[in-house]
């Protein structure tokens, strides 16, 4: 129904940036919100931040350092992460609540879509 696909993870070192982009496809009537998560070895997936139409919410951990946006037109999000940390380290999941098309043109509402993940190492 909804597929999502991440790119642009890598190793930098500590200070560097990378910019990571997340696509939605599939049978979209309209995405209520997109947002990133993480998981760092050994811990549970956490919030990183989420975007929707008219806000966006940031972890206090990368406040200040983390820049969420989208693309409406191209069913994207993007993480740019500037001043990285060692402590960022993690996968990066690509979250998305969609309404969306399925068979005999049903619409469904409010589904959560996620991402594969893609991998961010921060290190010197």
């Known amino acids: 129904q909804v597929q999502l696909v991440e790119s642009g993870g890598g190793l930098v070192q500590p200070g560097e940036s990378l910019r990571l982009s997340c696509a939605a496809s599939?049978?979209?009537?309209?995405?209520?919100?997109m947002g990133w998560y993480r998981r760092a070895p050994g811990k549970e997936r956490r919030l990183v931040a989420t975007?929707?139409?008219?806000?966006?919410t940031y972890a206090d951990s990368i406040k200040g350092r983390f820049t969420i946006s989208r693309d409406a037109a191209k069913n994207t999000v993007y993480l740019q992460m500037n001043s990285l940390k060692p402590e960022d380290t993690a996968t990066y999941y690509c979250?998305?609540?969609?309404?969306?098309?399925?068979?005999?043109?049903?619409?469904?509402?409010?589904?959560?879509?996620w991402g594969k993940g893609t991998l961010v190492t921060v290190s010197s």
């Open positions: 979250n998305a609540n969609v309404d969306y098309y399925g068979t005999y043109g049903r619409k469904y509402y409010g589904a959560n879509s």
């Open positions: 975007i929707t139409s008219g806000s966006t």
């Open positions: 599939g049978s979209i009537a309209s995405i209520n919100a």
